[in-house]
């Protein structure tokens, strides 16, 4: 038989213990958040239906709601968030320095990103791909018809080494006119100086709503040349805000994949006796043990934006400004990418 010290079975008690907790430890992003008492979001310096301020500086954007579920969560009130705006080339290092606790800004998931930046991807918020748009005058039809003419493109972002990896693949020899800033690259697009302009399809159809003198004067072409999954990120070294974050995003997509709404949930708490809708709920289980909140973490949550597909109809969908349609970005049962792992 063998035989162990009492130091070492002590240490073995104490781990298995801890195993066996049903309470997280609360990260030290949360910590920090706790007392500041305020989520630090970097978002977009300014896309519509995304994350752009008004004249009185409120935000609002898919991007914005997806902050103000996390604060929602974490601190019971959707509107402590301080919002930063970043630009492409500042994003990364905001997140890394720990300027912001959370990125929420349009961004596209990768395997450079997640693997060589210090950086996590949580969960997609909204699934899109590389799209151009052209002036209708121009009579173009498809972007294979941009063979050596000049494509307006924002530097620092996956937009432009696709247009490059499009380019060369096509034989196009496309014409890349490259800007730091988005503003600039929206100016020169609407001032003629390119034939065409290309980022993520929605991000075109926010610009042309928000920017173009006359919208009906510019196409979004149908071709898209890239995947684009966007979504928010953290920083890496504390798996406890990372699941916190993520688990935010999957609980709002579960939320409209059972009926849960901003308007419903009071009455559901008391009266559904769906096991699912409980654990969202929190009112008859508890999962917010598990990730260092209460039980009422994701009630919060969605009562602040609504589900998923409240936050995409309200910000993006088709009785919004920018009228995108739901495509990819239906539930997966409906045809669609928004598949949600299970909140158990």
Same mark, same amino acid.
């Given at each position: 038989?063998?035989?162990?010290?009492?130091?070492?079975?002590?240490?073995?008690?104490?781990?298995?213990?801890?195993?066996?907790?049903?309470?997280?430890?609360? *990260?030290?992003?949360?910590?920090?958040?706790?007392?500041?008492?305020?989520?630090?979001? %970097?978002?977009? #310096?300014?896309?519509?239906?995304?994350?752009?301020?008004?004249?009185?500086?409120? $935000?609002?954007?898919?991007?914005?709601?997806?902050?103000?579920?996390?604060?929602?969560?974490?601190?019971? /009130?959707?509107?402590?968030?301080?919002?930063?705006?970043?630009?492409?080339?500042?994003?990364? @290092?905001?997140?890394?320095? %720990?300027?912001?606790?959370?990125?929420?800004?349009? #961004? @596209?998931?990768?395997? @450079?990103?997640?693997?060589?930046? %210090?950086?996590?991807?949580?969960?997609? @918020?909204?699934?899109?791909?590389?799209?151009?748009?052209?002036?209708?005058?121009?009579?173009?039809?498809?972007?294979?018809?941009?063979?050596?003419?000049?494509?307006?493109?924002?530097?620092?972002?996956?937009?432009?080494?696709?247009?490059? /990896?499009?380019?060369?693949?096509?034989?196009?020899?496309?014409?890349?006119?490259?800007?730091?800033?988005?503003?600039?690259?929206?100016?020169?697009?609407?001032?003629?100086?390119?034939?065409?302009?290309?980022?993520?399809?929605?991000?075109?159809?926010?610009?042309?709503?928000?920017?173009?003198?006359?919208?009906?004067?510019?196409?979004?072409?149908?071709?898209?040349?890239?995947?684009?999954?966007?979504?928010?990120?953290?920083?890496? *070294?504390?798996?406890?805000?990372?699941?916190?974050?993520?688990?935010?995003?999957?609980?709002?997509?579960?939320?409209?994949?059972?009926?849960?709404?901003?308007?419903?949930?009071?009455?559901?708490?008391?009266?559904?006796?769906?096991?699912?809708?409980?654990?969202?709920? *929190?009112?008859?289980?508890? #999962?917010?043990?598990?990730?260092?909140?209460?039980?009422? $973490?994701?009630?919060?949550?969605?009562?602040? #934006?609504?589900?998923?597909?409240?936050?995409?109809?309200?910000?993006?969908?088709?009785?919004?400004?920018?009228?995108?349609?739901?495509?990819?970005?239906?539930?997966?049962?409906? *045809?669609?990418?928004?598949?949600?792992?299970?909140?158990?």
């Amino acid at each position: 038989m063998l035989s162990f010290s009492k130091p070492f079975v002590s240490v073995l008690l104490c781990a298995a213990a801890v195993m066996a907790s049903p309470q997280a430890m609360a *990260g030290k992003t949360l910590d920090q958040i706790k007392q500041r008492g305020q989520v630090v979001c %970097g978002v977009n #310096t300014g896309l519509a239906g995304f994350s752009a301020a008004d004249s009185n500086g409120n $935000w609002s954007g898919l991007d914005v709601d997806i902050c103000k579920a996390v604060a929602a969560a974490v601190l019971s /009130d959707p509107s402590k968030v301080k919002y930063m705006p970043l630009n492409a080339q500042q994003r990364f @290092t905001a997140l890394q320095s %720990g300027e912001v606790d959370v990125l929420s800004r349009n #961004t @596209t998931f990768t395997l @450079t990103r997640d693997a060589s930046l %210090g950086l996590h991807q949580t969960a997609v @918020t909204y699934y899109d791909g590389q799209g151009f748009m052209v002036p209708v005058k121009s009579k173009i039809k498809s972007a294979m018809q941009l063979k050596n003419q000049t494509v307006c493109v924002q530097s620092g972002t996956t937009t432009e080494k696709n247009l490059t /990896d499009f380019s060369k693949a096509n034989k196009l020899n496309i014409k890349p006119v490259v800007f730091e800033k988005l503003e600039a690259a929206n100016g020169a697009y609407f001032a003629g100086r390119c034939v065409a302009y290309t980022t993520d399809a929605s991000g075109l159809a926010s610009i042309r709503n928000k920017e173009a003198k006359n919208p009906a004067e510019h196409v979004i072409l149908a071709d898209l040349i890239s995947k684009e999954p966007l979504g928010p990120m953290v920083r890496r *070294g504390d798996d406890e805000w990372l699941a916190i974050v993520k688990w935010v995003v999957y609980g709002l997509i579960e939320a409209e994949e059972y009926g849960v709404t901003q308007a419903n949930l009071d009455n559901l708490k008391t009266s559904s006796e769906d096991p699912v809708v409980g654990r969202l709920l *929190g009112s008859k289980e508890d #999962t917010g043990k598990h990730l260092g909140l209460d039980k009422e $973490w994701l009630a919060r949550a969605l009562k602040a #934006t609504g589900n998923y597909g409240e936050i995409f109809e309200r910000n993006v969908g088709p009785q919004s400004a920018l009228a995108l349609p739901r495509g990819s970005n239906k539930q997966w049962n409906k *045809g669609g990418l928004m598949y949600a792992f299970p909140v158990r």
